[in-house]
């Protein structure tokens, strides 16, 4: 003969449908709340000078297509970075004659009226600083000093480690 099931309480009842709800409700609003999450977008660097190049991308926006606008650059058609299409990116030149200042750069996802995201893009009066970027100014005369001995000293036995193994009177 089968075994009966253990009775349950109605209180037990009441407690295991509540839980059921809960569930049933947090995993119904955990698509949706992932689906609006609002795009992030980045400008890379953010300080630039006139004539330079940014990197753009907007992450989030899950569609395909998008562009970005700004007063120091062209339109710029933003493509998917994978293939998912959770990002999309693109670069920009800023304008030559762009006035120094803080400069908006509008995302926009999908067609016209699609999600939009602004952030700020910097620009720095002047010529792009190129060369050693810096690394020459910040050293003192005595860490030059040091460093050119110490490259003289390695240019020195390296010569001298020439002249034995081609004089033959040693091993290297």
Not at 8 to 35: D, E, K, Q, Y
Not at 151 to 168: D, K, Q
């Amino acid at each position: 003969m089968p075994a009966k099931p253990p009775a349950t309480s109605p209180v037990t009842s009441r407690r295991l449908m509540a839980i059921a709800a809960a569930t049933l409700i947090v995993a119904a609003a955990a698509p949706a709340t992932f689906a609006y999450a609002a795009p992030s977008a980045g400008v890379s660097p953010t300080t630039v000078a006139p004539g330079g190049r940014v990197a753009l991308n907007v992450d989030g926006c899950g569609t395909r297509t998008g562009r970005a606008t700004s007063t120091a650059f062209s339109e710029v058609r933003l493509t998917p970075g994978n293939l998912e299409a959770t990002n999309l990116y693109g670069s920009a030149t800023v304008f030559r004659d762009a006035n120094p200042g803080t400069h908006r750069v509008t995302f926009e996802c999908g067609g016209a009226g699609g999600e939009r995201v602004t952030v700020s893009l910097q620009v720095a009066s002047g010529a792009a600083r190129g060369g050693t970027g810096g690394s020459i100014g910040s050293m003192s005369p005595g860490q030059i000093a040091v460093g050119g001995a110490l490259a003289a000293g390695a240019l020195g036995a390296g010569i001298w480690v020439l002249r034995r193994r081609a004089a033959g009177t040693g091993t290297a």
